[in-house]
């Protein structure tokens, strides 16, 4: 199995008598990471609307912050894979 097979390779759940299959993990968690992004910025906009729920909303947009920094965090280790070596090329 070459490299690009392998970094590829579908992770399968089983749930009942369905299965999920998930195609590009780093993708597809990048996505939902975007999608909790959305929901931090979102909850705190509407939140910061009422004075009283101010703190509130700016925890929202500080959690929703520290998600942007996890963005390119999950981009680069999509790129990045470490692997073993086998023992028989140290021992040359």
Do not use: C
């Amino acid at each position: 199995m070459n490299d690009k097979q392998n970094i590829d390779n579908p992770l399968t759940l089983t749930l009942g008598h369905e299965q999920l299959v998930i195609r590009r993990r780093y993708e597809v968690l990048s996505i939902v990471n975007d999608f909790f992004i959305a929901i931090w910025f979102l909850a705190g906009s509407i939140i910061f609307l009422y004075p009283s729920l101010e703190k509130v909303a700016a925890w929202l947009f500080i959690i929703g912050s520290v998600q942007f920094l996890i963005r390119p965090t999950i981009r680069l280790m999509a790129h990045l894979h470490l692997q073993r070596v086998p023992d028989s090329r140290w021992q040359q």
